[in-house]
T-cell receptor, first 112, second 121 residues
């Protein structure tokens, strides 16, 4: 089964609200990354958090990592209609040049 | 930022023909590129890891004779879907890791192409 599992599978919020998306994984990791995908397009890297980090910020994004619970959350504050997309977490296992394993993704819809 | 160009973005072909998809890193070198397949509203499934100058590493269940991968230079990997059938219709995405050391980690971010939608009639 896949390493990363996001929840909820779909999220619909009003513009201006915050969106919280969660990801759980099963094995020890080197780092966890979040990506965004607009419909029919490639993926765009959002943020990377290492296994020895607990929280990271980038603009309106806040990522947390709890290695004891093997979970991560992505918070988008003050959401905009343009944030509408699918969001994936991906885990890199220990070791150099490790491949990434993607979760199933969360579809976020931000209503204007 | 790093750019990965994938071509073609869309291709329609007849059953039995072969289709080649190119993945180029435009402003960085990539000793490793990855090929994914994505079904509608689903996650990315890693098909194979493309290694410059050596054979690709295929994931379990992926037919290497069906999906030929060539990584002849530090900026180009190609995926050829041979004798395509309708069940091969899918969205194929490549990604590359910057091997020039700009990433702060050996397992740093991947840069993705825009994907190629293959439709086999």
């Amino acid at each position: 089964s896949q390493q990363g599992e996001e929840d909820p599978q779909a999220l619909s919020i009003q513009e201006g609200e915050n969106a919280t998306m969660n990801c759980s994984y099963k094995t020890s990791i080197n780092n966890l990354q979040w990506y965004r995908q607009n419909s029919g397009r490639g993926l765009v890297h959002l943020i990377l958090i290492r296994s020895n980090e607990r929280e990271k910020h980038s603009g309106r994004l806040r990522v947390t990592l709890d290695t004891s619970k093997k979970s991560s959350s992505l918070l988008i504050t003050a959401s905009r209609a343009a944030d509408t997309a699918s969001y994936f977490c991906a885990t890199a296992l220990t070791g150099a040049n490790s491949k990434l394993t993607f979760g199933k993704g969360i579809t976020l819809s931000v209503r204007p | 930022g790093a750019v990965v160009s994938q071509h073609p973005s869309r291709v329609i072909c007849k059953s039995g023909t072969s289709v080649k998809i190119e993945c180029r890193s435009l402003d960085f070198q990539a000793t490793t590129m990855f090929w994914y397949r994505q079904f509608p509203k689903q996650s990315l499934m890693l098909m194979a890891t493309s290694n410059e100058g050596s054979k690709a590493t295929y994931e379990q269940g992926v037919e290497k004779d069906k999906f030929l991968i060539n990584h002849a230079s530090l900026t180009l990997s190609t995926l050829t879907v041979t004798s395509a059938h309708p069940e091969d219709s899918s969205f194929y995405i490549c990604s590359a890791r910057d091997s020039t050391g700009r990433s702060t980690s050996n397992t740093g971010e991947l840069f993705f192409g825009e994907g190629s939608r293959l439709t086999v009639l």
